[in-house]
């Protein structure tokens, strides 16, 4: 399974580390996803961190966000500087098993979703 923590609020241009934690499988074979969705939204991917740790980045978050992984800690991170607009998203982790991208439909372990609301 995974699990994710670190949402919250913050306030507009400030900055926040969401974690996402994995138990049961072996993590350093997953490609990790970070997709969030926004309220009546679509999913979208934000970030994706490959088995081999090449990463990758939605062109709208780029130079803000930055994906890594501890696989000795079977975890992901994303940090998230520059928040804004005010806006309320939840992030999802996502676990593919040796995937070269984050495809959502070829996830198999969903994190349940962190939270995140930009606001003043």
């Known amino acids: 399974q995974l699990v994710e923590s670190g949402g919250g609020l913050v306030q507009p241009g400030g900055s926040l580390r969401l974690a996402c934690t994995a138990s049961?499988?072996?993590?350093?074979?997953?490609?990790i996803g970070w997709f969030r969705q926004g309220l009546g939204k679509r999913r979208e991917e934000v970030a994706c961190?490959?088995?081999?740790?090449?990463?990758y980045y939605a062109a709208s978050v780029k130079g803000r966000y930055t994906i890594s992984r501890d696989n000795a800690k079977s975890t992901a991170y994303l940090q998230m500087n520059s928040l804004g607009p005010m806006v309320t998203s939840v992030y999802y982790c996502?676990?593919?098993?040796?995937?070269?991208?984050?495809?959502?439909?070829?996830?198999?372990?969903w994190g349940k979703g962190a939270p995140v609301t930009v606001s003043s």
């Open positions: 049961g499988f072996d993590f350093a074979e997953y490609s």
């Open positions: 996502g676990a593919i098993i040796l995937a070269t991208a984050c495809v959502d439909t070829s996830v198999a372990y």
């Open positions: 961190i490959t088995h081999e740790t090449t990463s």
